[in-house]
């Protein structure tokens, strides 16, 4: 038997996985050496993620979690998907094994952070970059890099009418500006969403910055926004998969938490540009304008050199936990 406190342990890390507008879209179920991992659709962004790929990512991401910390207490882990594939569930099965080796990766789950910040104009070195991307774990996903400032340039348009749709889309913007943390306080009290300063916006409270959000940020200057956010990257990163499906989307996610992980260890940050993965019609544009055929484009990271940002909260893990 594992004890009561290891699987807990586990599950505290597993939340420290990244989500889509911090809404950690998860819930687990712990019973007799076993954790199922749970879609929470209540947490789900229909306008942001109208297909729910970014909810079954962020599963990937806590999975990984759930799998380095099982390592870590000398666990060894069992993965199955249950349900069918439009709305699996995941459970891991644990067993102890005394000097299993320790995961370097674990060590960076409390460092890893997305960084929102404009990124100075140093490069990654290619040996970084081949290490940072090419995981022979990434069973069924591929990653295309955009490394040049030509290759980054033609990125830009597909990124600039994405995030143009977005923020001409006032539902888009009410569910965004729903997520934002507004101040501190609010922040602590909730547990979850996009801290304002770590948007670079100030800490107004939840009335005026609201105002200020759905009233004096348009959607061109947002676009314009990105593309220098873009421009100053050390390289941007297509995260896609094989097949577009709930099961393969969590495959992405572990492949997109190992690299944030390896991120963390070398001190390099990143931070989503998804507009042109989030609006199917640009999705669409993007796959025949980079000729992907049959990948199916999910994730656009940027990635370079920054300073640090405030940290995310994380709700109560006991509040996520079913009885």
Not at 260 to 287: F, T, W
């Amino acid at each position: 038997m594992i004890h009561e406190e290891t699987l807990l342990r586990i599950v505290k890390y597993a939340v420290k996985a990244p989500s889509c507008h911090n809404t950690q879209p998860w819930r687990f179920t712990i019973r007799n050496d076993t954790i199922c991992l749970q879609p929470d659709f209540t947490r789900a962004l229909p306008v942001a993620d109208k297909d729910d790929h970014a909810l079954y990512i962020s599963m990937g991401c806590a999975l990984e979690n759930m799998i380095l910390a099982a390592h870590e207490f000398n666990c060894e882990t069992k993965i199955e998907i249950t349900g069918n594939c439009n709305k699996p569930q995941i459970v891991v099965s644990l067993y102890d094994k005394p000097g299993a080796g320790k995961p370097d990766l674990f060590a960076y789950i409390l460092k890893r952070q997305g960084r929102r910040n404009k990124y100075r104009n140093d490069k990654v070195p290619d040996n970084l970059a081949d290490e940072l991307f090419n995981d022979p774990q990434d069973e069924g996903v591929r990653v295309k890099l955009f490394l040049s400032e030509n290759e980054i340039r033609g990125l830009i348009p597909y990124i600039t009418e994405g995030t143009l749709m977005q923020f001409s889309d006032k539902a888009f913007v009410d569910e965004l500006v729903s997520w934002v943390r507004f101040s501190g306080k609010e922040a602590m009290q909730k547990g979850d969403g996009l801290l304002a300063s770590a948007m670079g916006l100030p800490n107004t409270g939840r009335l005026i910055g609201s105002i200020v959000m759905k009233h004096f940020i348009s959607a061109g200057s947002e676009a314009r926004r990105m593309e220098q956010l873009a421009e100053a990257s050390s390289g941007l990163a297509l995260f896609m998969t094989e097949q577009n499906d709930p099961c393969h989307w969590i495959k992405l996610g572990q492949a997109f938490q190992r690299f944030g992980l390896k991120a963390a260890k070398y001190n390099i940050s990143h931070s989503h540009l998804d507009m042109p993965c989030e609006e199917m019609q640009v999705r669409e544009k993007l796959i025949r304008g980079m000729q992907l055929k049959d990948l199916t484009p999910l994730l656009l990271i940027r990635f370079g050199y920054s300073s640090p940002m405030p940290y995310s909260f994380r709700r109560s893990f006991y509040k996520l936990l079913d009885p």
